[in-house]
């Protein structure tokens, strides 16, 4: 009941649904705005386990919500071999997992460079990595705004999953996945 009300009141429109694959997969977004999470779950067919800074889980209210969503913590500057061994078991039983590869929002317009640790989650899971591209959250709720403006289109591009687990560099991963993403920023006028 809720996505449908959301993708109605947020004028959502998604390309490349027929991308999505079955099994499970690690979907790799831009990042935005705050509403980039509930808008990926508002548009997936089934919900997506989100990977979010530890700092977000200790926001009054917001990381209650976060923590009931079922997302998961990650230190961020350090390799946090608890949440890598947590996501490789979500996905090993079935689960799409999301992580931003910027891990931050970035500036309308901008792309920041990515992290290396989606890199080492398509090497070491051995899953596909679905790159998506969001257009317009951050006209809809920009950062430092704490409510959404309605009316703005918000557009997804799904693009089509690759398979990394032959490569053998984490960082240069990374970096293909998030030039993946950018690839399909170009579809969107």
Not at 60 to 81: E, N, Q, Y
Not at 107 to 122: C, D, H, T, W, Y
């Amino acid at each position: 009941m809720v996505k449908p009300v959301f993708k109605a009141v947020f004028k959502i429109e998604v390309f490349g649904l027929e991308n999505i694959p079955s099994e499970p997969c690690i979907v790799a977004s831009n990042h935005r705005s705050h509403l980039d999470p509930p808008v990926l779950n508002a548009v997936f067919p089934e919900p997506l386990i989100f990977v979010a800074k530890e700092e977000l889980f200790k926001i009054p209210i917001f990381g209650k919500l976060i923590s009931h969503m079922g997302a998961i913590p990650i230190k961020r500057g350090a390799g946090d071999v608890q949440a890598l061994s947590t996501v490789l078991e979500l996905l090993e039983r079935g689960c799409k997992v999301c992580i931003f590869p910027e891990g931050s929002r970035a500036e309308p317009g901008q792309f920041l460079r990515p992290k290396p640790g989606v890199g080492l989650l398509a090497i070491k899971s051995k899953k596909k990595v679905l790159p998506v591209y969001i257009d317009g959250t951050d006209k809809v709720m920009p950062r430092g705004k704490s409510f959404p403006k309605l009316g703005a289109k918000i557009r997804v591009f799904i693009g089509k999953p690759k398979d990394y687990s032959h490569e053998k560099n984490y960082k240069e991963v990374a970096i293909k996945i998030m030039e993946e993403i950018k690839a399909l920023s170009h579809f969107k006028n």
